[in-house]
């Protein structure tokens, strides 16, 4: 994989050859351990779920740790997928409760 992140020479950054300290915090570690749980699930709960949205938006938060896409742009782009995706999660909810 040419380019920046955890699979390359460059491991830092879009387009910097020097790895930031934001990058290589424990945060962003933990951050990455917790998307790979919450991916697992998500991945249990697609048998029951039709929409696969979730699981676009976790391959995304992967993107930031493992190739690097550390770009104010594509931050923006994820959080706000994020966002519709718990929106539709609270739709799901709504749509699977039983109503008497």
């Not at 594509?74 to 039983?98: E, G, H, R, T």
């Amino acid at each position: 994989m040419e380019g920046s992140g955890l699979f390359s020479g460059r491991a830092s950054g879009i387009f910097a050859d020097v790895p930031s300290a934001r990058e290589n915090s424990v945060s962003l570690k933990l951050t990455f351990l917790l998307t790979v749980i919450l991916f697992v699930f998500e991945l249990i709960l697609m048998f029951h779920k039709d929409h696969f949205y979730n699981a676009l938006v976790y391959i995304s938060i992967f993107a930031i740790v493992l190739l690097g896409y550390f770009d104010k742009f594509y931050m923006k782009f994820v959080m706000v997928n994020l966002a519709i995706s718990i929106v539709l999660d609270f739709v799901w909810i709504l749509a699977q409760a039983s109503v008497r």
